[in-house]
């Protein structure tokens, strides 16, 4: 399973409370496909899980993981990092 740092779970949080998102809303990450041919995983907000999504819900923030990607992040951390602008990048450690 994947870990959640304090700080992935804040911006999750402020994601999933968003007033213009469903009430299942939250962050999802799947696979996509790049230029180069190979799968990379992507984050995103969703306004809910996606079929066969493995949901993941803690104090009220929601994560969903399609099933290639908790495949590939089983054993990880998720951690967030606020860049300039209040842009979010979300890292994935081993």
């Avoid at 299942?24 to 696979?31: C, E, F, L, N």
């Avoid at 990379?40 to 994560?63: C, F, I, Q, Y």
């Amino acid at each position: 399973m994947i870990v959640i740092s304090e700080e992935a779970l804040s911006v999750i949080a402020r994601v999933t409370d968003h007033p213009k998102l469903e009430c299942r809303s939250g962050v999802r990450i799947a696979p996509r496909s790049a230029a180069d041919g190979k799968r990379r995983l992507e984050v995103h907000a969703v306004n809910g899980p996606g079929a066969g999504d493995r949901v993941l819900e803690r104090d009220g923030a929601r994560l969903y993981l399609s099933p290639e990607a908790a495949d590939r992040v089983a054993g990880c951390e998720l951690d967030a990092r606020t860049e300039p602008g209040d842009r979010v990048q979300f890292v994935l450690r081993r």
